[in-house]
């Protein structure tokens, strides 16, 4: 009896927990464009064990070339590349 309460309760709980997470996964862009301004995105590279999570989740941090977000997608496929500075705009004199 108290097997078939455990059985039925880790069933239960575990089926919540897959559906959460396939939904949290859905919710996640895939088209590599932000959800912020539309603009092109490049993937970041993560560190080791990150990038081990997110090779088995299929998910991948991603930098927006437009706006600067950083965000989740789904692993779209382009190579990462390593972030850098961003450029200041440059000041312009007043005349
Ligand atoms: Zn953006």
Redesign the pocket.
């Known amino acids: 009896m108290f097997l078939t309460i455990l059985e039925f309760a880790g069933v239960t709980l575990g089926v919540k927990f897959a559906l959460g997470l396939a939904l949290i996964y859905f919710l996640f862009p895939a088209d590599g464009r ?1 959800s ?4 092109e ?1 490049v993937p970041l590279r993560a560190g080791r064990g990150l990038r081990t999570v997110g090779r088995v989740l299929r998910v991948e941090r991603r930098w ?1 070339l ?4 950083t965000m989740m997608t789904r692993r779209a496929g382009s190579p990462p590349v390593q972030p850098g500075p961003v450029e200041q705009p440059q000041e312009r004199n007043a005349a």
């Open positions: 932000c912020a301004c539309d603009g995105t927006c437009h706006c600067g977000e």
